[in-house]
């Protein structure tokens, strides 16, 4: 069972600054959203999706969403389970547990399917074009989720390889083949200290439809400038 959307709205400059939540089932979903003031025409909207250990509050998920939501879209992000603000909030007990990993994708998945029915309902959201990135741990549990969901153009998924948390890349289970609408940019590490290149590239080449893979240096958790700008631009060109 789902709850209404419920807010809380300030002002921000020339944006609104929205913090949100649902209830689904048992579990208490916060996020938090940025969008232009003076702006009611429909507007991409882009879910900006953190790494383990982290919060919708990470600098490179609500400062990329204010940045983004200045030129004209509606960008956020979620806590994910047992993260952030969530009631049941631990986030190394999701890595101590790997039997949990399919429920996890599956609780995800169906919370940001939720979300975006419930904010569509109330913010001008062009849904024609809805994006994605994540990093890290947001993408693992993001590939399930845009693949799911079957309303997303374009993604980014960044330092993130098969099998663990994000699944198999082929199978009956595998998320992979329903990725085949979405536009999918894969950014690896070539330091990565976390993700072989192989488990990368056997993700990248199990994506259908139109993709692209770009490599930078540094390691896993290097998650800065570069590889914002890589996840912009791929945005820019396909939502």
Not at 30 to 50: A, W
Not at 81 to 98: I, K, Q, T, V, W
Not at 153 to 174: H, I, Q, S, T, W
Request: negative net charge; contains cysteine; charged residues 25%.
């Amino acid at each position: 069972m789902v709850d209404a959307l419920q807010t809380h709205e300030m002002p921000m400059g020339n944006l609104r600054e929205v913090q949100f939540w649902f209830h689904q089932g048992a579990e208490h979903v916060p996020g938090l959203l940025y969008l232009p003031i003076e702006h009611e025409d429909p507007m991409p909207f882009v879910l900006i999706q953190h790494p383990g250990m982290g919060s919708k509050e990470d600098y490179f998920v609500a400062e990329v969403a204010r940045a983004w939501a200045r030129r004209g879209w509606i960008c956020g992000g979620l806590d994910a389970p047992l993260h952030g603000e969530r009631a049941s909030a631990d986030p190394m007990s999701l890595f101590r547990n790997p039997d949990r990993y399919p429920e996890i994708r599956a609780q995800f998945a169906a919370e940001v399917t939720t979300m975006l029915d419930l904010l569509s309902e109330r913010f001008p959201i062009d849904m024609s074009r809805v994006g994605f990135v994540g990093y890290s741990m947001g993408s693992m549990l993001g590939i399930p989720a845009v693949a799911r969901d079957g309303r997303f153009k374009a993604a980014a998924f960044c330092l993130v390889g098969e099998g663990g948390l994000a699944g198999a890349v082929d199978g009956p289970d595998a998320d992979i083949p329903l990725l085949q609408g979405v536009a999918t940019r894969v950014v690896g590490k070539l330091q990565d200290q976390l993700i072989p290149r192989e488990r990368t590239e056997a993700l990248y080449n199990a994506l259908p439809g139109k993709k692209d893979i770009r490599w930078l240096p540094g390691g896993h958790f290097e998650i800065g400038p570069d590889v914002i700008k890589l996840a912009e631009e791929w945005l820019l060109a396909e939502l």
